[in-house]
Structure formats: C-alpha cells, structure tokens
C-alpha cells in the first residue's frame, strides 16, 4: 500500500501533516462544495498548475498575481480567467484574504517560502511548487508553519501521482527487490539556462514587467533580459539551487517515498569549484541515511549525479553494459535485485533474467491537482503535504549546501537543524532577506 494512501483518520493526519484543529477541522469540512482559488505566479508552469487545478469541478478561480502583465503571464491568464481580479503585488492579493480560500505559488523558487508562509498564517491552504523552499532553513518553518496553522497543503511535483512513480514505490513497498542496499539517482541533462557565469548590465525593464517585485526578497540586481526572467533564474545562487534544486524534489521523489527516507544523518558532495553567482555544471553528492524498514541493517548511501552527460556506468549499478540507462532517473539497489526508475517512464526490475515472468502491475495514476481541491474540502488527501515535501524539500537543499562545501563530509542533525564539518556550513542553512521583506517566521 502506498504511503499516505488509505484514507484512514490515522493517514489523512499523515497526508495533511497535522493534527488539525477543531476550527481548522471545520473549516475543512465545513467547507460548502466550491474552493476560492488564488494563484500567483501565472506563466510558465504556473499557468498549467492554474488550467490543472482549475479542472476540478470544484474550483473557483478568483484572483490571480503575477509581476508581469504582458501576454505570456497576467495577460494570458487573465483572458482564461476573465472574473478573476488581477494583482501584480502578491502582498495587495493576500490583503483581501476574505475572499479565497486557497492558493498556488508557481513563482520562481526564492519567493516560494516568502509568499507560502504568509498565506498559510491566514489559514489559506496552499499547493506551492518544488523544490518547496530555496533554503533548509525555509523548508522547515513551511512545514512548521502548516502544522500549526491547520491548512491542506501539497508541493507540485505531480509526477509522484503518475502511474510510474506509483507503481515504482509499491514494487519496493511490496519487496519486490528485498531490502533496499544502494540508490543512484541522476539528471544528466544539459542547463539550457545557464547562459552565462556573471550579471550582464544593466538593462531596461520592458513595459509591464515589475522588476523590484520579481527580486522580492533577494539582493537588488539590475534586470538583464534573457538570463532571469522568466525561466533562466534557474541558473543563479540568489533564485534557486541549479541542476539538484531543479530535478531532486521529482528525481529523489520515489526513492524518498518507497524507502521512508526522512532526513540524511552525513552528506559529501564533489562539485566543479563555483563562483558566487551561477551554480556549476556537474556534481556528485552522496548522502548517508539511517536504517529504515525498507532498507538493510545500517542504512544505505543515496548518490546524486547531475551535469550535462553525467550519470553513473552500469557497473557501478552492478547491471550489466547492455542496459540502457535513462537520461534521468534512478537505480534502487536491493538485496533481490535491481529497480531502474525511469524520470516519468515505467519502472523496470533487474536482471530481467532474475525476474523472467513476473508482472509489474501499474498503480493508477491519482490527480496531484484536482485532489489538493477535493482535500481542502475535505474529500481526499493530499499525497505530497509539506510534512513529506518540507523534510524531502531539506534533503534536496542540503546537496547543494554539500555543493557549495565539496570536498567536506558534512553531518547533518536534523532534531537540531545543525551541520558540522566545514566552517560556515551551517551559514549555509539560510540567507539574508532584502531589507523591507523578511518573512515573518512564526
Ligand atoms: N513541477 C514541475 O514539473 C515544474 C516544471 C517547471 C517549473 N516548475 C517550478 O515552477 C516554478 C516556476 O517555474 P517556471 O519555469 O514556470 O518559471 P518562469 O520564470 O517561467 O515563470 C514564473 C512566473 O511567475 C511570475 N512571477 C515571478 N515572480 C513573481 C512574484 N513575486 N509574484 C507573482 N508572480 C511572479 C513570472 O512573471 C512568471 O509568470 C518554479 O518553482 C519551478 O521550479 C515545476
């Protein structure tokens, strides 16, 4: 049985990450049949979160925000969703909080946590994307911040409720490969964003866009275009975390999932030396994790590979050459054998002689959007409440900490929110916020 599947009282309070208060419990009850709906941040893969959930016959969209006004953002949006009002401020959007119920952030990654947090102290549920937050540090006020406030909560990494996700985490949930001794995980992918090393000049704001507002909570830089918005911001230190912060919240996902990780106890990481701008090219971070049910006496490693051509030969999978690795996905090493987890394809178990004849029965795929809507209102759960994406949002952000250490094995106590092993490291863990928009961590 998958994780946070049975709707029993016991799971939907592991589903929705807490023990929800009675106003809260009414709340989502109570709730009549129809979800308000803000979204924020309608380009990009926001406009696909905002059609997705917008599917569900249960949903309103009222309000929508988005710092850019022209066609490809607001603009479009606004057409879609004509009795929706428009902000370019998501701070105005969240003053009128009486009139929605819940929110999307699709922002880029730096303002996830800084819009999140706000919305979830007036009691808005919200489905924000991944990776959750852009600092550890972040990703652990979210998922305190959804306890005590009650909320339904769900991180966009949609390809967990995608039959093949699924299916792979029940073949390890129904031990198909035995205990699980080993995982390599990998996105060996060009960066089609990473554009250039350095802050070109600067240049004029086109009409429409709001720049000091697209920074939000990060240092002033002058708007350059093409290198941040939209899409390419993927590439600097101050928005995101590269090629991991990118691909880990979907890659580790499944691995998270079927092993019952919960937070690593040691990470190491070789990276290409970085500057203090853009994230580099190609790493390799190894976690240490404590024994789980799922894995052998002593726990396991879990290796992340990224970078243009990167990814680990066959032999170190124990495989044989013949197997073609896919571009991206993951290796689930097991006492009985081998699960290949293809990035969004069907998983497949190894040596395919060793299981000659055995069925892979696929897990239905489940709605990661429409059921976010079904669960504020109190019909469903949710599969990824920021009780499951906070600590794997954590586990992802400490690789790139790891990154920006290489060389140094870090241990990580996670009761204590404290890494030792290289000096500054715990530094690392947070940032400075732009004077005039530190979060107002509860
Ligand atoms: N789950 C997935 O498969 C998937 C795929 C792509 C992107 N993403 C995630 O979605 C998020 C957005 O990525 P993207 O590629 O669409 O980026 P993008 O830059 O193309 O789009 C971001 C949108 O948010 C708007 N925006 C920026 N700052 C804003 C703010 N402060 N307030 C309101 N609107 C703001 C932008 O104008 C733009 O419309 C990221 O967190 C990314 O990691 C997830």
């Not at 809260?24 to 990009?44: P, Q, Y």
């Amino acid at each position: 049985m998958l994780l946070h599947r049975t709707a029993t009282r016991r799971s939907f309070i592991a589903a929705t990450g807490a023990t929800l208060s009675a106003s809260a419990f009414k709340r989502v009850l109570g709730a009549n049949s129809r979800l308000r709906i803000a979204a924020i941040g309608v380009g990009g893969k926001g406009f696909s979160d905002l059609n997705n959930t917008a599917a569900s016959p249960h949903a309103d969209i009222v309000a929508l925000c988005d710092i850019d006004e022209t066609a490809a953002h607001l603009g479009r949006a606004a057409d879609r969703y004509p009795k929706a009002t428009t902000f370019t401020d998501w701070r105005k959007l969240l003053d009128g909080a009486k009139t929605f119920d819940a929110c999307i952030v699709s922002t880029p990654d730096h303002m996830h946590a800084p819009i999140s947090l706000p919305a979830m102290q007036l009691g808005k549920h919200v489905q924000c994307q991944k990776p959750l937050t852009h600092t550890v540090f972040e990703a652990r006020q979210l998922t305190q911040a959804a306890v005590k406030a009650g909320v339904v909560t769900q991180m966009g990494n949609q390809i967990q409720s995608h039959t093949a996700y699924r299916t792979a985490v029940k073949l390890v949930h129904d031990g198909r490969i035995g205990k699980v001794r080993e995982v390599h995980s990998w996105q060996s992918g060009g960066m089609r964003w990473l554009k250039t090393d350095t802050p070109p000049p600067a240049a004029q704001v086109p009409a429409g866009v709001h720049w000091d507002a697209w920074l939000g909570v990060a240092p002033e830089r002058p708007y350059a275009p093409e290198v941040y918005h939209p899409f390419a911001w993927r590439a600097w230190q101050d928005f995101s975390n590269g090629q991991l912060g990118d691909f880990g919240c979907h890659i580790l996902d499944p691995v998270f999932m079927a092993v019952e990780l919960t937070a690593p106890t040691a990470i190491r990481a070789e990276s290409d030396p970085l500057n203090t701008q853009v994230w580099g090219r190609k790493s390799k971070v190894v976690y240490t994790f404590a024994e789980t049910p799922r894995t052998v006496a002593n726990g396991i490693t879990v290796t992340w590979y990224d970078g243009e051509g990167h990814l680990p030969e066959t032999k170190t999978l124990g495989l044989d050459e013949a197997v073609n690795l896919p571009k991206a996905g993951s290796a689930i090493i097991g006492t009985r054998g081998t699960l290949l987890v293809p990035h969004v394809g069907m998983p497949s178990l190894l040596p395919a002689a060793s299981f000659a004849g055995t069925d892979i029965e696929p897990v239905p795929e489940r709605n990661h959007y429409t059921s976010w809507v079904d669960a504020c209102l109190g019909t469903d759960v949710t599969t990824s409440p920021f009780s499951y994406s906070g600590p794997l949002t954590e586990t992802v952000l400490l690789g790139t900490v790891a990154i920006r250490c290489a060389g140094k094995t870090l241990t990580w106590d996670a009761a204590a929110l404290r890494l030792t092993g290289s000096d500054g490291a715990n530094d690392l863990l947070t940032k400075e916020y732009r004077k005039g928009w530190e979060p107002a961590w509860g």
